[in-house]
């Protein structure tokens, strides 16, 4: 059973930026896809942010068009961590933060989770 937990939200001003962390237990870190999914209130989980093993030496990295350009998805396999760096924050980023594990092919998709983490609050003060 992966353990994900997630550490680094809190309050900014809109234009600001946070970095949010998440640790993962298991000895097979590298091969994981891992994301970033996010929930505002009265709204659907969606998907923000993606990491993979390309195959060859390097990582994908996929990204929701709201997002884009302002936030950076990272993973150091070395401590079992990845990362969601996020700048030019805005009001609408105000959400719950979840780390999670998904399926290959799949890392878009609430469906195609394995496991989560128990989620970390960013808000986002106009």
């Known amino acids: 059973q992966v353990q994900l937990v997630e550490s680094g939200g809190g309050l900014v001003q809109a234009g600001g930026s946070l970095r949010l962390s998440c640790a993962a237990s298991g000895s097979t870190f590298s091969s994981y896809a891992m994301g970033w999914f996010r929930q505002a209130p009265g709204k659907e989980r969606e998907f923000v942010a993606a990491s993979w093993w390309s195959g060859s030496r390097t990582y994908y990295a996929d990204y929701a068009d709201s997002v884009k350009g302002r936030f950076t998805i990272s993973r150091d396999n070395a401590k079992n961590t990845v990362y969601l760096q996020m700048n030019s924050l805005k009001p609408e980023d105000t959400a719950v933060y979840y780390c999670?594990?998904?399926?290959?092919?799949?890392?878009?998709?609430?469906?195609?989770?394995?496991?989560w983490g128990q989620g970390t609050q960013v808000t986002v003060s106009s």
């Open positions: 999670a594990v998904s399926r290959a092919g799949a890392t878009r998709l609430v469906s195609g989770v394995n496991h």
